[in-house]
């Protein structure tokens, strides 16, 4: 299976945006998780089996999710962060039948990427 790889977080102040990429999305279910220290993770953003974007309410308005299928890239465009965003993200996709992983919008995300560190500041 091709390795997910993404890149674009850093550290922006609360209004701000950043754009992240996940380079090898070339699965249906794929998306965006994100984790907090001491939480589990959370589903973010993520196109489904009905190809359809979908959002955790947290991130609604604010949050865009969009692929590029020539180029088996997915991006994550985040506006008006605030520091409850602050977290590391992961590019996640569900690959094969295996048990565990995180749940979100009929998507069972059993592979990740190394993540990528999103801080914002206030």
């Known amino acids: 299976e091709v390795q997910l790889v993404e890149s674009g977080g850093g550290s922006v102040q609360a209004g701000g945006s950043l754009r992240l990429s996940c380079a090898g999305s070339q699965n249906n279910c794929i998306g965006w998780v994100r984790q907090t220290p001491g939480k589990d993770r959370e589903g973010v953003a993520a196109?489904?089996?009905?190809?359809?974007?979908k959002y955790a309410d947290s991130v609604k308005g604010r949050f865009t999710v969009t692929k590029d299928n020539a180029n088996n890239t997915l991006y994550l465009q985040m506006n008006s962060l605030n520091p409850e965003d602050t977290a590391t993200y992961y590019c996640?996709?569900?690959?094969?039948?295996?048990?565990?992983?995180?749940?979100?919008?009929?998507?069972?995300?059993?592979?990740w990427g190394q993540g990528t560190r999103v801080t914002v500041s206030s």
């Open positions: 996640a996709a569900e690959r094969g039948n295996s048990p565990g992983g995180t749940l979100f919008q009929g998507c069972r995300f059993n592979t």
């Open positions: 196109f489904g089996f009905d190809f359809r974007p």
